[in-house]
């Protein structure tokens, strides 16, 4: 439980990468004299606040009757009404925007630049999914996400993903968590936002290219169930972390297991731990020692992990408006590239100086530079505590829920014999195998 207590506090470290001196301003968007009009942007407007609100309120009854059907009635049909209701709302109506997801990046780019101000109700919007995720697990998940909704719609034919893989995949979430995080802070963009998959199809039109990965991760959906939500999604990082602290949590039966191993069949996203046998002393001996290791090892990865950090600072500084811009500049000085773009023609219209670009873009390249170095020791620390925990031999005694990585869905309630039982008010006791 510790761990993951550090790598809470780690990650919102990292989320106030100001620590290393706050991001210069940008350089403020030239008139232009032409009548040239700046594109129409595909994001829907703002809600006025009282409605942001009442967004802030749907989203809260809908996480507490998931809480309620997950926890109480156990009822995997409840939970299908209400994620149709949730996608049509949060999705269709509401155009995936303001969303619990998204609003990761707002909290990071508050947090780093005192002179950008969030909403209360986007603040919201990001708190309550966490908290809930604390006290009922991810509820979140399970119904309430559009992300998430639309591709549980589509699971028809899951196949479990080789163990080996998803352990690899795993860390890619959490690679874009402190990506995106870094790049919000430091002013280069929403990458969360920008490269969303679904939101195409939530605002009924975007690019070809974001259309048609939508498309291809909804196709994958129906054979690697939510692929985008266990191998993407950054916001799940965080609600995997506090779901494992959860005071409550779904439970795969309400009373003792008889080890059927039908719910290990029917949950498609491989959260089910079936039992296993006590370590005799020799395995526990050998356990002990590679855990030492591995304790051992723990600053090192975390160094090996800044050292990657500053490899990917040049990348992660490319991202930037000003550090691009300056860079086209370079290269158009030097004949390497023909031709100007639009922001280069829009620089030179300015009467800006190429000097005051290249401070500025040194300066950014600075703190990219230190934000990496953050963000690189976060990837070593999690990788570590990872590898600290695989080290370790847990024995169960029956069928267990990952907590970190079940999505609440309740899919194992209702294939569960003891439940049915349960719900039928018969003995549980009397059940065998």
């Known amino acids: 439980m510790k761990r993951y207590l550090v790598i809470l506090l780690v990650i919102a470290g990292l989320a106030a990468v100001g620590l290393a001196g706050d991001p210069p301003a940008r350089f403020p968007r030239p008139d232009f004299e032409s009548g040239y009009a700046p594109p129409a942007t595909q994001c829907p407007a703002p809600r006025p606040g009282i409605l942001l609100w009442v967004d802030v309120g749907v989203l809260a009854g809908s996480m507490g009757l998931a809480s309620w059907l997950v926890l109480k009635r156990r009822s995997r049909g409840g939970l299908i009404g209400l994620l149709l209701f949730c996608l049509a709302y949060?999705?269709?109506?509401?155009?995936?925007?303001?969303?619990?997801?998204?609003?990761?990046?707002?909290?990071?780019?508050?947090?780093?630049?005192?002179?950008?101000?969030?909403?209360?109700?986007?603040?919201?919007?990001?708190?309550?999914?966490?908290?809930?995720?604390?006290?009922?697990?991810?509820?979140?998940?399970?119904?309430?996400?559009?992300?998430?909704?639309?591709?549980?719609?589509?699971?028809?034919?899951?196949?479990?993903?080789?163990?080996?893989?998803?352990?690899?995949?795993?860390?890619?979430?959490?690679?874009?968590?402190?990506?995106?995080?870094l790049l919000a802070a430091g002013g280069a963009g929403f990458m969360i936002c920008a490269h969303d998959p679904f939101v195409g199809f939530f605002r009924l039109g975007a690019s070809v290219p974001m259309l048609v990965a939508g498309g291809l991760m909804l196709a994958a959906g129906v054979w690697v169930a939510r692929p985008y939500c266990r191998f993407f999604c950054a916001y799940g990082v965080i609600l995997g972390w506090l779901s494992r602290l959860s005071a409550r949590h779904a439970r795969i039966t309400p009373d003792s297991c008889v080890a059927c191993r039908l719910c290990e069949r029917a949950c498609p996203f491989d959260c089910i731990r079936a039992p296993t046998p006590v370590a005799d002393p020799e395995e526990r001996g050998v356990t002990r020692r590679r855990f030492r290791w591995m304790i051992a090892a723990l600053p090192m990865i975390v160094a090996a992990g800044v050292?990657?950090?500053?490899?990917?600072?040049?990348?992660?500084?490319?991202?930037?408006?000003?550090?691009?811009?300056?860079?086209?500049?370079?290269?158009?000085?030097?004949?390497?590239?023909?031709g100007l773009t639009l922001e280069s023609e829009a620089f030179r219209m300015s009467g800006q100086s190429l000097a005051e670009v290249k401070v500025h873009a040194d300066a950014m390249r600075e703190w990219f530079r230190r934000g990496a170095m953050i963000f690189g020791g976060f990837l070593g620390l999690v990788f570590a505590l990872r590898m600290i925990g695989l080290s370790r031999v847990r024995s169960r005694t029956e069928y267990t829920i990952d907590t970190a990585a079940c999505f609440s869905c309740g899919r194992c309630f209702s294939c569960c014999p003891v439940d049915k039982a349960w719900r039928e008010g018969r003995n549980t006791s009397e059940l065998k195998v």
């Open 90 to 181: 949060f999705g269709f109506y509401r155009k995936g925007c303001v969303c619990p997801v998204g609003s990761l990046q707002n909290m990071a780019l508050a947090l780093s630049d005192l002179g950008y101000a969030v909403p209360w109700a986007v603040v919201a919007l990001f708190v309550l999914p966490l908290v809930f995720a604390l006290f009922c697990g991810r509820v979140f998940c399970a119904a309430v996400c559009p992300l998430g909704a639309i591709q549980d719609v589509v699971i028809r034919r899951p196949v479990l993903v080789p163990a080996w893989l998803a352990g690899l995949l795993s860390f890619l979430p959490v690679y874009l968590l402190g990506s995106s995080v």
């Open 307 to 338: 050292w990657f950090g500053l490899v990917l600072a040049p990348l992660l500084a490319g991202q930037h408006p000003v550090v691009r811009l300056a860079n086209r500049l370079a290269r158009e000085e030097r004949g390497m590239v023909s």
